[in-house]
């Protein structure tokens, strides 16, 4: 297996270095999203550590437990081209002077090399590319990922099937047919910016945890917990639409879809920008 991508942001990508000051498009990065990914599509601890190795597990009881493994597929980010924005803002809808921080500004373009070694089974390659069109099509990169910073589209040249669609219709239909049998849920919400800072806006205001429903937005406190409601601004041409993914794993996120239809309907009232649009979606039912 050997891929070559072409990563074009969409939006700010605030992608700390090794200084944590720096931003820095770093592979361990995107690694750690193909692996997050590869778990969403419901795949095991066995494929897991067959395609991204681990170390040895003294106490567990899965195949290959007992041994290191060195991961069979290679991540590499090369030829950065893209402006640092030394006062981009995490949070788009706030004005703190606290809040801006650099960033990759849109339009940051890099390279992706993904290839593989040391045995990586036919079966096994399957399930990571599976994993690595689930992250371009849905995924994001970096601080404020789940609320769409690190947005991107993307070109390919030797992999025809994945390459970026190049409508909102035949987008959507990848997306659901990457998630079928999954718990993943995925729908592209009505409305049409003719800014994706626009749109960024939008999906930055929501409600912080003290909304309730078991916190199905994250949460810092108190203790940090991931969104399971995501999103992702797709750009075509001038114009662009949010992409919201929403985490069914019950058992990983602690939510349920009762919690997600609670939190639609406190958005539909006090943020109907976004909450109009999530409740006509097939999210809500």
Avoid at 230 to 239: H, L, S
Wanted: net charge positive; hydrophobic share 35%; with cysteine.
């Amino acid at each position: 297996m050997k891929i070559q991508i072409r990563l074009i942001f969409d939006t700010p990508l605030f992608c700390r270095g090794s200084d944590n000051n720096t931003p820095e498009i770093r592979s361990p990065s995107i690694r750690g999203q193909l692996h997050w990914w590869f778990r969403a599509l419901g795949y095991g601890i066995v494929e897991e550590r067959a395609v991204f190795g681990g170390i040895k597990q003294t106490k567990a009881s899965f195949q290959g437990h007992d041994q290191t493994l060195a991961s069979r597929v290679i991540v590499r980010v090369a030829d950065i081209d893209g402006t640092i924005d030394e006062n981009a803002r995490p949070v788009p809808h706030h004005n703190w002077s606290s809040g801006k921080t650099k960033a990759f500004a849109p339009g940051t373009e890099c390279n992706l090399f993904l290839s593989s070694r040391l045995g990586l089974t036919s079966e096994n390659e399957k399930k990571f590319i599976h994993a690595l069109k689930a992250w371009l099509l849905m995924g994001t990169l970096g601080l404020r990922s789940t609320r769409a910073g690190g947005s991107f589209h993307w070109s390919v040249s030797d992999t025809p099937s994945l390459a970026c669609p190049d409508t909102f219709g035949a987008y959507l239909s990848q997306c659901r047919e990457v998630c079928a049998g999954t718990k993943i849920n995925v729908d592209l919400l009505s409305e049409t910016y003719t800014s994706v800072e626009q749109a960024r806006v939008v999906v930055s205001d929501t409600l912080g945890s003290e909304a309730g429903h078991n916190s199905p937005l994250g949460a810092l406190k108190p203790q940090r917990k991931t969104s399971p409601l995501r999103f992702k601004i797709i750009k075509m041409g001038e114009e662009s639409r949010i992409l919201a993914v929403w985490d069914g794993r019950e058992a990983v996120t602690g939510n349920t879809q009762a919690d997600l239809t609670g939190i639609i309907g406190l958005l539909k009232k006090q943020k109907p920008a976004l909450g109009l649009q999530l409740a006509d979606s097939v999210l809500a039912h």
